[in-house]
Nanobody
Framework: QVQLVESGGGLVQPGGSLRLSCAASGDTLENYPIAWFRQATGKEREWVSCSSYVDGSTYYGDSVKGRFTISRDNDKNTVYLQMNSLKFEDTAVYYC???????????????WGQGTQVTVSS
């Protein structure tokens, strides 16, 4: 089994940037597609991005496309989510998840981190 731990969340002003990290233990992330989800208070968990382990493809939700970038550092067994041009509506708890393929369905992922809070506020 793989264990995932997110970090890097915090308070940032609109237009600012943050980089989230998803560090893995117990297995190598090279064996999994890794996704980022987010959940704002009172809302459903939303798929944000995914990095495929098969061919290196990356996928983004429409709300973050062009602003967020997902990447992997296999040496560090870590996946990152670089978030630029942050907006108020990006405020949420961000989770990373490992599964068998990139999909926007929550049920497609077997392993989840505990989440890290991102707050965009002036």
């Amino acid at each position: 089994q793989v264990q995932l731990v997110e970090s890097g969340g915090g308070l940032v002003q609109p237009g600012g940037s943050l980089r989230l990290s998803c560090a893995a233990s117990g297995d190598t992330l090279e064996n999994y597609p890794i996704a980022w989800f987010r959940q704002a208070t009172g809302k459903e968990r939303e798929w944000v991005s995914c990095s495929s382990y098969v061919d290196g493809s990356t996928y983004y939700g429409d709300s973050v496309k062009g602003r967020f970038t997902i990447s992997r550092d296999n040496d560090k067994n870590t996946v990152y989510l670089q978030m630029n041009s942050l907006k108020f509506e990006d405020t949420a708890v961000y989770y990373c998840a490992a599964g068998s393929k990139c999909t926007w369905f929550r049920d497609g992922y077997n392993y989840w981190g505990q989440g890290t809070q991102v707050t965009v506020s002036s």
